[in-house]
Nanobody, 128 residues
Framework: VQLQASGGGLVQAGGSLRLSCAASGRTFSRYTMGWFRQAPGKEREFVAAFRWSGGFTYYADSVKGRFTISRDNAKNMVYLQMNSLKPEDTAVYYC??????????????????????WGQGTQVTVSS
């Protein structure tokens, strides 16, 4: 699976951005898809995930209520709608895919090691 993230940019605090991630491959619907981010000088951290089955979504506490992950299996796309952006949301955002077909939930997806494929990242900068 190859992943291509896009949609990053510069936005003022309180604004919105929508990130997109295009995935190659015929079995996209069987991948749990996720978003991570890495701010300068910090480790990469989990943002959101959309499990491959059941429509379950998971969010980091820091973005809950502001960000929404969605997917379109017909188009092999996953999205991250980011509203009420804050300067602390500034980071490179990465999409990721997990092909394990697992039925885990919540914090399992916080771990970088479970993700099989990564996109190249897209920069999001939020000015105050």
């Amino acid at each position: 699976v190859q992943l291509q993230a896009s949609g990053g940019g510069l936005v003022q605090a309180g604004g919105s951005l929508r990130l997109s991630c295009a995935a190659s491959g015929r079995t996209f619907s069987r991948y749990t898809m996720g978003w991570f981010r890495q701010a300068p000088g910090k480790e990469r951290e989990f943002v959101a995930a959309f499990r491959w089955s059941g429509g379950f979504t998971y969010y980091a506490d820091s973005v809950k209520g502001r960000f929404t992950i969605s997917r379109d299996n017909a188009k092999n796309m996953v999205y991250l709608q980011m509203n009420s952006l804050k300067p602390e949301d500034t980071a490179v955002y990465y999409c990721a895919a997990d092909g394990s077909n697992s039925y885990y939930s919540g914090s399992y997806y916080y771990k970088e090691g479970i993700w099989d494929y990564w996109g190249q990242g897209t920069q999001v900068t939020v000015s105050s």
